[in-house]
């Protein structure tokens, strides 16, 4: 019968792999954790936070979620619409401040 | 449903056709092959895949409405760091909780990947007991937001109105929060599910689903990882945007 162990293209991959990764996880949640305790401002805040959160992403989808090993023309079909996102960020970003404006001009609710 | 029908669904065939799959030459030949793109992809995998992109969608769309109100708002925001602070010990800590919650899903996380490499190594009572873990660890999480919910509900956070500022911050909240457990919580039901298949030997045997009645096999635990990992990966997402931010 031909069964599933026919398959030969089974993502198989060494224990050490996933325990690595497993390992930069905490490391990372750690450091975005500590942004947080040690009360980090401003720029350098939200540049560290976006970068711990990058990195955690990638990893998970990379090795966890095994993309790293997808073909191209799969990975590109699942990893590519949600760039897309980016332009609906930027029309809500115009949008917000916007309606703040709105509402500091003619409202008078602001400073 | 015969072995002809089993055939249909795995890609036995694609081995023999299969171009270069590096680069765009790899790319443009996968979709333009008149057959199937996704070579050595099974349907099964691939549908999860579409569904969890549409439900980065669906917390995108969350995600940037909570930006929108954040950003428009002429109240100030609610600090995060001080309304999710807890004080253990006496020693007061900002945030804690949601640390200790991220840790526990981070952990689920790689239970599962174990879970899914013992799985294809057919050792079924590693693969069942991995899942086990995994969904005893979401269990947890669940029980801390339910835990974090009640706190907030006490301390009169309501999606309406809260002490502490801008009245955006409780909607948000519940929203983002309450979506993200219940995908937590399906997908403990779910691991527990797969879990008992796995125990059973299901997969081992080729015993038929109760409600496809295809023959199981071992891919179905990566399946349910996927989805397992994506919740953990939304995660990453709402705990630096919303809670860190």
């Known amino acids: 019968m031909a069964g599933p162990t026919g398959h030969t293209e089974t993502q198989q991959h060494p224990i050490r792999l996933y325990l690595v990764a497993w390992g930069w996880l905490f490391v990372l949640s750690a450091c975005s954790y500590l942004v947080d305790y040690f009360g980090l401002v401003g720029y350098l805040r939200w540049s560290l936070i976006l970068m711990f959160m990058a990195l955690k992403a990638g990893l998970i989808v990379a090795i966890f979620m095994h993309m790293a090993w997808e073909r191209l023309a799969f990975s590109y079909a699942i990893l590519l619409p949600p760039l897309l996102l980016l332009i609906f960020l930027g029309i809500m970003v115009s949008e917000s401040n916007y309606t703040l404006f709105t509402r500091l001009a003619f409202f008078g609710a602001g400073p | ?245």
């Open chain 2, 1 to 245: 449903m015969n072995d002809t029908a089993m055939k249909e669904a795995l890609p036995a065939t694609a081995h023999t056709e299969t171009a270069p799959s590096t680069g765009w030459h790899g790319i443009v030949a996968d979709w333009s092959s008149d057959q199937r793109a996704f070579k050595n992809v099974s349907w099964g995998k691939a549908m999860m895949w579409v569904f969890l992109l549409s439900d980065t969608f669906v917390f995108a769309c969350f995600l940037l409405s909570y930006m929108t109100v954040r950003m428009s708002t002429v109240v100030p925001w609610p600090n995060p760091s001080e309304v999710f602070a807890l004080t253990i010990a006496g020693h007061h800590l900002p945030l804690i909780l949601i640390a200790i919650m991220t840790f526990v899903l981070i952990s689920s996380s790689g239970t599962m990947a174990m879970a899914v490499n013992f799985g294809y190594r057919r050792d079924r009572r590693k693969t069942a007991a991995l899942m086990l873990a995994t969904a005893l660890l979401g269990a947890s999480f669940v029980g801390m937001q339910a835990f974090e919910w009640s706190k907030l509900i006490a301390e009169g956070v309501r999606p309406w109105e809260n002490p502490w500022g801008a009245a955006q911050f409780g909607s948000s909240f519940f929203m983002i929060t309450g979506f993200h457990g219940t995908h937590v919580t399906i997908g403990v039901i779910f691991l527990v599910i797969i879990a008992r298949k796995v125990w059973r030997g299901d997969y081992d045997h080729a015993r038929r689903g109760f409600f496809t009645s295809r023959k199981g096999h071992y891919e179905a635990v990566e399946i349910m990882g996927l989805y397992w990992h994506f919740v953990d990966l939304v995660w990453v997402f709402i705990f630096a945007l919303f809670y860190l931010w």
